[in-house]
């Protein structure tokens, strides 16, 4: 008999194992779907690694992709850390992107327009988030259905923004006017995509990770996580640590969508996120909410779905194969974090 | 004023009603089973999709409607195993579970449509439904033609109210199912097993969403499309607070969701100005938040709503 024994403590080396460890029994388990496709799991594996990490602009692509769910995944972290249960950070990359386009098509200077198209798109974002918290501390509405339903509110407005003000009267197509050629981005790399946003995206997590570990406002975020009795009982003004949460979640996710505008699409259309507000659930759970774990997560995360549109054309698999591999990994990865609660001990027959 | 009653009690509008509460009837009530036993599914919204899309398949290859539904109640039933594998025999994040399922349906609700009908310029639709007028009933003026000309499915629908109701309060099983969601050390204490009981609760709500599934793709689009779901999961999540887990309330949600949603359609349809229809889709919605906000103070959840079971730890 095997049973399930509560374990003290985790080893540091845990961090690291149990995400490669999901993310293994993940490509295990999702080759069966390769498999029904017809295709070779390895050769598919092998297309989705050269076409997202095989060379420098394959990795370029691969981090254009990652920004925006750097930014989700600290924006899930930051929130689950306290507990609070955003789950629209879609919707808050969307209104951050809304905001951002808003200002980047005013004429002004391009480092005043980038900087101002950060603020707005960060304050949208703070605002939507915003929304669920109050829901939350002051009439007791579950955040996680909230945050869900805005999410769609919040597409649904985008939507009616490009089907009507902002939609394009020459071409028709629904999708805003583009933002001044002053205000995009400046790509770091000749001929490749890598913008500004990206290294914003780099330095931003162990901004947040330093937020989270050493100051006062991260210890609060924490202790209303773990415990929020214990932190009321020990002096935290809860209420007001959740919305501060919130604030700063939205915030990270709206930075999102300001780097998609400024770096990628220079204008809002109804695809401009592929889920990265969900993805950014995934690779939160991936991290152990560890904002520097987000990195790799993202970067892994962004690889699968670069590389699953490059196996799609090779080798015929549906490239939704991405979708799949992300859905798989949340699930794995939840089943890994038993490993910290638990150990599994050999129960011998007298028990 | 006279004019919106004249709209209100047109049969087709009340027709429209009853068919968009359908789906949500069914998804609310198996949400409620799952969350009276104790455990939030957020995997409802991809378990609708994936059911959606495996019966729309079975439908359209074995060319019987009614395999198909059975193939969209299964996938409901396999999905809700897997969450409940998940959250009551691992004892996971309810949440995270959720979103996960959600995700991993999602996903492989759109790689398996794409890998069997491929990438066609015009999605494939079947024969979907057709109305099956009860004899006598649908001559009943208004009403009638309202409520008894509809297809099989919501006459179903509305059978499941009563018969969930009955299950949930008058047999042991239901006792069994409440007992588990609002007190499972004191279940436990009485000899019911606490897992076996919310597995099969979270089951039968998989069941429930699957047939929410069917109705989307079989009777509502007679084709399966990506946002053929489009948030309705989530809706119901909300529907079941503001129905306070009842089945007769959530039922009623149901059926003041439909009514709101009827409205915009009506709004997208008079073409109000220049108004894009995109503003009218986020009413609903917006509504059920506010219904949200109104309804929670006084919203009681079963105690025991996202607490794992274990029973060695006290």
Redesign the interface.
């Known amino acids: 008999m095997f049973r399930l024994e509560v374990r003290a403590s985790t080893p540091a080396w845990f961090n690291l194992a149990l995400p490669l460890l999901a993310i293994g029994a993940t490509l295990v388990l999702c080759s069966g779907?390769i498999a029904?496709?017809g295709a070779g799991v390895l050769e598919s594996y092998g297309v989705m690694f050269t076409a997202s990490l095989g060379d420098s602009y394959a990795i370029t692509e691969t981090m254009v992709r990652a920004a925006p769910m750097i930014f989700t995944g600290l924006a899930v972290a930051v929130a689950f850390r306290a507990k609070f249960?955003n789950?629209g950070a879609e919707g808050q990359l969307l209104a951050g992107a809304v905001a951002s386009c808003f200002v980047g098509a005013i004429p002004m200077p391009g480092p005043l327009a980038m900087f101002l198209m950060a603020v707005a798109g960060a304050a949208a974002g703070a605002a939507v988030a915003l929304?669920p918290a109050t829901?939350r501390v002051k009439?007791?509405?579950?955040d996680?259905?909230?945050s869900?339903?805005?999410?769609?509110?919040i597409y649904?407005?985008l939507?009616?923004l490009i089907?009507?003000p902002w939609k394009d009267t020459f071409s028709g197509y629904p999708i805003s006017p583009p933002i001044e050629d002053s205000a995009n981005f400046p790509v770091l790399l000749e001929g490749t995509r890598l913008h500004l946003g990206v290294v914003v995206a780099l330095i931003t997590a162990p901004l947040i990770w330093f937020l989270i570990v050493r100051t006062t406002l991260g210890f609060r975020i924490r202790v209303t996580g773990e415990n929020q009795e214990a932190a009321r009982y020990g002096g935290i003004h809860v209420e007001r640590v959740l919305i501060s949460t919130a604030l700063l979640s939205g915030a990270l996710a709206g930075l999102a969508g300001v780097g998609e505008v400024g770096g990628v699409h220079f204008q809002v259309m109804s695809d401009i996120s592929p889920g990265y507000g969900?993805s950014g659930?995934?690779v939160a759970?991936l991290a152990r909410l560890n904002p520097l774990g987000v990195v790799p997560a993202a970067i892994f995360l962004a690889a699968v779905m670069t590389g699953a549109e490059a196996m799609s054309r090779a080798t015929g698999v549906?490239a939704?194969?991405?979708?799949?591999?992300?859905?798989?990994a949340?699930?794995a990865m939840?089943?890994a974090?038993?490993f910290t609660a638990y150990r599994i001990r050999r129960v011998g027959a007298a028990r | 004023m006279s004019a919106v009653f004249e709209q209100i009690f047109q049969v087709g509008f009340l027709a429209a009603i009853i068919r968009i509460a359908t789906p949500l009837a069914f998804a609310t009530l198996g949400e409620m089973f799952s969350e009276r036993a104790g455990v939030l599914n957020l995997g409802i919204e991809g378990i609708m999709l994936l059911s959606a899309m495996t019966g729309f398949t079975a439908a359209s290859l074995s060319g019987s409607l009614w395999l198909g539904v059975l193939a969209a109640v299964l996938t409901g039933m396999l999905m809700g195993a897997l969450h409940a594998l998940f959250t009551v025999v691992l004892g996971l994040s309810q949440h995270v579970c959720g979103i996960g399922v959600t995700l991993f349906s999602s996903g492989l609700a759109y790689f398996l449509y794409r890998l069997i009908f491929g990438q066609q310029s015009v999605p494939p639709s079947i024969k979907g439904f057709e109305t099956l007028p009860i004899p006598v009933l649908s001559g009943i003026p208004v009403l009638g033609p309202a409520v008894f000309n509809q297809f099989a499915l919501v006459y179903m629908a509305i059978l499941a109210i009563p018969l969930a109701a009955f299950v949930l309060y008058r047999t042991p099983w239901g006792l069994s199912v409440r007992m588990v969601g609002e007190n499972p050390r004191a279940a436990d204490s009485a000899g019911v097993s606490v897992i076996a009981t919310r597995f099969q609760a979270v089951v039968l709500g998989g069941a429930l969403m699957g047939l929410a599934g069917a109705f989307l793709s079989m009777a509502q689009f007679n084709a399966f499309t990506f946002g053929v779901v489009s948030g309705r999961g989530w809706v119901a999540i909300a529907l079941v607070v503001f129905g306070r887990w009842d089945p007769w309330r959530s039922a009623g949600a149901a059926l003041l969701f439909a009514f709101v949603d009827a409205l915009q359609l009506r709004m997208q349809a008079s073409g109000l100005g220049h108004i894009p229809y995109e503003t009218f889709l986020m009413l609903p919605f917006i509504f059920t938040i506010v219904a949200m906000a109104v309804m929670s103070r006084n919203a009681v959840a079963p105690s025991a709503l996202l607490k794992p079971f274990r029973r060695e730890e006290r």
Do not use: H
């Open positions: 779907l029904l496709a249960w789950i929304v829901l009439f007791k509405v579950d996680v259905v909230s869900l339903l805005l999410n769609s509110v649904y407005a939507m009616a089907e009507g969900y659930i995934v759970m549906p939704f194969l991405s979708d799949v591999i992300q859905g798989t949340l699930l939840l089943v974090l038993l």
